[in-house]
């Protein structure tokens, strides 16, 4: 049997344009989630400025992740039929207008609506799974969409970044600089963005490829273990900071702070996660991480001390970003090359609304009762739950 060999250059090349593309897609990710996450970190700011009330707050930073949940639908399908090259520099460019018009919103109407368009910054996630994933092959695809989704990164660089240049150059200016990074992520992708060699649009109708990829029984069971994996990590990702300083009475700058340290290292799991299921096995991962889950959200559900809490909230950070990249490990593998970008978009979404929700809740509970208790342990009943099927059913049927 003869063995025919690609040429060396064309290797190289293919290798070229797989880097290109990845830090390309990593990039656009982390900036468009900055834009996405630039209202929390000013949640306490905007609570003292307009006097608004813990629910108040909560609908506030919760507004652009059920937008952004939502959109995903909308932008992974597109994504299939125009390809992530276009759709990103479209999604970018388009994003930089409510990032504007929130600079100088100061009304709690305004930054509602400016909230709500901001929210489509946070769907450009359902581009770049397709994007990425027709780059590389399956074996490599964990890996590589866990480097991908390092790009939620931008939400800890918020975290760090919005109050601090705010505070030293005024509210306006977070908002003017992650303009400016949009338009270049916009321009980047129309310059030096292609799309993966031999990538076709897909000729189906919309609705046709969005229930397709919604009936298909592993895309339904991601998107339930992403709510929780994905929608834990946004949801504390946002209201971390509110809670910190209610809890433990930290100032706004330093509960931002170590909102994004948990940010930061649930983004560095996720790459860990996808390389882990690339070997082991999504689901043998995801089982992991979903009993160590529970665990924590018990610990910190009684406020111990500090020194208590800050270990309980790094290692629920980690484990829920180990499972972010064990969910797209396994979606690359199991899911149609031509139905990713919908399968991705139905599992996104439902990422982003278990982010939305749970913000809400804990408002109201914290409203109602003065602590935040109930509603963590809300959150360990949900994780034993999802644990007892992925390791009885997802883990067998492996």
């Known amino acids: 049997m003869t063995t025919v060999q690609a040429p060396a250059g064309a290797s190289t090349a293919a290798t070229s344009g797989r880097t290109t593309a990845l830090l390309l897609a990593t ?61 990103f520099a479209v999604a970018s460019l388009l994003g930089v207008v409510p990032v504007i018009f929130l600079a100088f919103a100061s009304s709690y109407p305004t930054l509602l609506a400016g909230g709500l368009v901001l929210g489509l910054t946070g769907a450009t996630f359902a581009i770049g799974v397709p994007f990425v994933s027709a780059w590389f092959p399956p074996e490599r695809r964990g890996l590589a969409l866990g480097i991908f989704g390092m790009g939620n990164i931008g939400t ?72 929780l994996t994905f929608g834990g990590f946004v949801a504390f990702g946002v209201y971390l900071p509110l809670y910190l300083k209610a809890e433990y009475g930290l100032t706004t700058a330093d509960a931002a702070a170590r909102a994004a340290g948990f940010v930061l290292l649930a983004t560095l799991a996720r790459p860990v996660g996808g390389w882990l299921s690339d070997r082991m096995g999504g689901e043998k991962v995801l089982s992991a991480v979903l009993a160590t889950v529970v665990v924590c959200a018990i610990v910190v559900s009684f406020a111990p001390v500090m020194v208590v809490a800050t270990p309980g909230f790094l290692v629920m950070a980690a484990a829920l970003g180990l499972g972010n990249g064990a969910v797209f490990a396994l979606l690359g593998r199991g ?13 996104g979404a439902a990422g982003g609304l278990g982010g939305f929700l749970p913000p809400i809740v804990m408002g109201l509970i914290f409203q109602s009762t003065g602590s935040y208790a109930i509603g963590l342990m809300l959150l360990a009943t949900m994780a034993c739950g999802a644990f007892v099927y992925c390791w009885f059913i997802l883990r067998r049927r492996a």
């Open 156 to 227: 800890a660089i918020s975290g760090f970044a919005t109050p601090w240049i705010a505070a030293q150059y005024g509210r306006p200016a977070p908002f003017l600089v992650v303009a400016v990074a949009m338009v270049a992520v916009g321009v980047a992708f129309l310059v030096i963005g292609r799309d993966a060699p031999g990538t076709r649009p897909a000729a189906e109708p919309f609705l046709t490829r969005f229930v397709t990829a919604a009936r298909l029984r592993i895309t339904r069971e991601l998107a339930a273990m992403y709510a």
């Open 335 to 347: 899911v149609p090359g031509s139905m990713v970008g919908s399968a991705t978009g139905v599992v």
């Open 27 to 87: 990039a656009g990710f982390a900036v468009n989630f900055w834009a996405w996450a630039l209202l929390s970190p000013l949640g306490p700011v905007y609570k003292e400025l307009l006097g608004l009330t813990p629910l108040e707050v909560s609908i506030l930073v919760a507004v652009p992740v059920v937008i952004g949940s939502l959109g995903r639908i909308v932008l992974g399908a597109l994504t299939d039929r125009y390809g992530g090259r276009l759709m």
